[in-house]
């Protein structure tokens, strides 16, 4: 059967809520929720009170990593002054997962070209996760959605350099001097992204929102303003179903914003992260679009 991705055009947090239920997917345990607490100075992030019902709905604790370029959360001491900076420890508790040493390994035993994914130590105190995505653009995937969530976000500072390198090191020095090539980088993207479905075995469900769509990440601190119009929010256990979804709503729709996003994408060959999780296992990439 193919995997069901739920779609509406309504956007509220409450409607967030509602599409996240339709997933009947019990989330047990310690939950994690993964999203992106925004990059000093970007606009487009999606901020705590959108996301508030749904994360307390599944008493779900907000967990972050670290990144691997200069900023204002390459640091834990910088990060956690940005979370709250941000609000998001005004509403729940927040876990910057790879905070201290030492890393998880993941193995990926057929990995396109990382064998290994690093993720902060804290993962192993959760025992299912709820991935909330922002789909937008991206400098350097093309996109972001539920895919990058699970690849580069879960990994931790050094696991998100050993991704961009193509494994060829681990550490944020010299990083930009010693990365890999463009699809290289987005087929470690889909390893990564299958070692994290892999760990929680199928206890994951997935929201991506279609709203404030920039080709600029939540990651940039100078980020364009949105190109297309809000489109709504999808659901699905299915992370590469309900990104390709994602992207074949901006292929169909006939905003003339598309063109800039579509352009973006396309340069970054940017589909090529689902076609090798897809292969690899991680989902489906044909699916049953289901609007409510």
């Keep these: 059967m193919k995997p069901k991705v739920y779609f509406t055009k309504e956007i ?5 809520l509602e599409m996240y239920r ?6 047990e345990g310690n939950v994690a929720v993964k999203l992106h607490s925004g990059e000093e100075g970007n606009q487009n992030f999606l901020k705590p009170e959108f996301w508030k019902p749904v994360i307390e709905s599944v008493g779900g604790t907000v967990v972050e990593c670290n ?5 204002a959360r390459n640091t834990t001491e910088k990060h956690k002054e940005l ?8 509403y729940f508790n927040v876990d910057l997962m790879d905070a201290e040493g030492p890393d998880i390994e993941l193995a990926i035993p057929n990995g396109k070209v990382i064998k290994k994914d690093l993720v902060g130590k804290n993962m192993a105190n959760y025992d299912s996760m709820l991935v909330l995505s922002h789909f937008k653009g991206h400098p350097m995937g093309g996109y972001g959605g539920a895919l990058k969530q699970l690849s580069i976000g879960c990994a931790s500072s ?3 350099a050993y991704i961009h390198s193509g494994g060829k090191q681990s550490t944020q020095v010299g990083l930009w001097d010693n990365i890999c090539s463009q699809d290289e980088f987005l087929e470690a993207m889909a390893d990564a992204a299958w070692a994290v479905a892999d760990y929680f075995k199928g206890n994951i469900v997935f929201v991506n929102v279609m709203k404030n769509m920039s080709v600029d990440c939540d990651c ?8 297309l119009e809000d489109m709504g929010i999808l659901v699905s256990l299915d992370p590469v179903a309900i ?11 006939d905003d003339p914003g598309k063109e800039r996003f579509i352009k973006r994408v396309e340069s970054r060959h940017g589909i090529h992260t689902i076609e090798a999780a897809a292969e690899l296992g ?3 990439r044909e699916y049953e679009l289901i609007e409510v």
């Design 12 to 16: 509220s947090p409450q409607k967030v």
């Design 22 to 27: 339709l997933a009947e997917k019990e989330l």
């Design 67 to 71: 990144t691997a370029y200069d900023g």
């Design 83 to 90: 979370i709250k900076k941000h609000g998001w420890e005004q």
């Design 158 to 160: 050094d696991g998100k």
């Design 220 to 227: 940039c601190a100078v980020a364009e303003d949105p190109c």
């Design 243 to 253: 990104d390709q979804a994602c992207i074949d709503k901006v292929y169909a729709c």
């Design 282 to 284: 991680v989902g489906s």
